[in-house]
């Protein structure tokens, strides 16, 4: 897919991307060499993803694009979701 982002910060070196399955997220800590955990994400395939600076929020969005949902790491809560056309121009 070649989809994967990281954030590097004093200590840590945190790598988000696409899991073995559609919509999930895997979390990997690059200076340890190890999963840290997985998120169901989407419910279809992924085709955008990032990882905040600072490492503490995840945002993807999916092949259809119709919202970029914004998720909290480590603890994988939806915080926010966006959606196309919701906001009148």
């Known amino acids: ?8 910060a004093v200590g840590r070196c945190h790598a988000v991307l696409p899991a073995a399955a559609p919509g999930q997220i895997l ?4 200076l340890q060499l190890h999963a840290l955990s997985t ?6 395939a992924l ?4 990882i905040s600076p600072c490492g503490s929020r995840v945002a993807s969005a999916s092949e259809k694009g119709t919202t970029v949902s914004v998720h909290s790491f480590p603890q994988g809560e939806l915080l926010h979701a966006f959606r ?6």
């Open 47 to 50: 085709a955008a993803l990032a």
């Open 84 to 89: 196309r056309g919701a906001i009148p121009a």
């Open 1 to 8: 897919l070649g989809l994967a982002d990281m954030c590097v």
């Open 27 to 30: 979390f990997f800590d690059a």
């Open 39 to 44: 998120l169901h994400a989407r419910k279809s």
